[in-house]
């Protein structure tokens, strides 16, 4: 199974972002809002993070309404609205992906320790 990068291999030492699709980028309008109401684009991402994503920060307490578009099927864009009278929006989808990189961890984690249980006695029934 190829090794997940992690949060800080995508960045370089100064903290700047190696690709676009890591990058900040909200949408005009946006501003007039204030800081607890945002909508995040992301680039070359669909409806595997997005539902995930929404799933996990919809629970938190702090925050009025959470939800995702792909605007068209087409283009390989994801709108992500995080609106919190609270918290700001940036922090919120942090603590977001983090949560969900967390759950990711996890689930690989189990997964391979059940894997492994699994052969051990597979190996060990062809055995008898």
């Known amino acids: 199974m190829p090794r997940r990068k992690r949060r800080e291999e995508w ?33 070359n991402e669909g409806h595997t993070l997005g539902n995930a994503l929404k799933t996990i ?15 068209h099927p087409t283009e390989q864009k994801l709108h992500f ?6 918290d700001r929006a940036i922090d919120i989808l942090k603590r977001g992906l983090e949560d969900l990189e967390g ?16 052969n051990a006695k597979k190996k060990k029934k062809k055995k008898k």
């Open 11 to 43: 960045q370089g030492a100064g903290g700047e972002e190696h690709s676009n699709q890591w990058k900040q980028n909200t949408l005009a309008g946006d501003e007039k809002n204030g800081e607890g109401s945002r909508t995040f684009v992301f680039t």
């Open 57 to 71: 920060i919809a629970r938190y307490p702090e925050v009025d309404f959470c939800g995702y578009t792909i605007p």
């Open 81 to 86: 609205r995080i609106q919190s009278r609270r």
């Open 103 to 118: 759950l990711c961890d996890h689930t690989i984690v189990t997964f391979e320790k059940e894997m492994a249980e699994f």
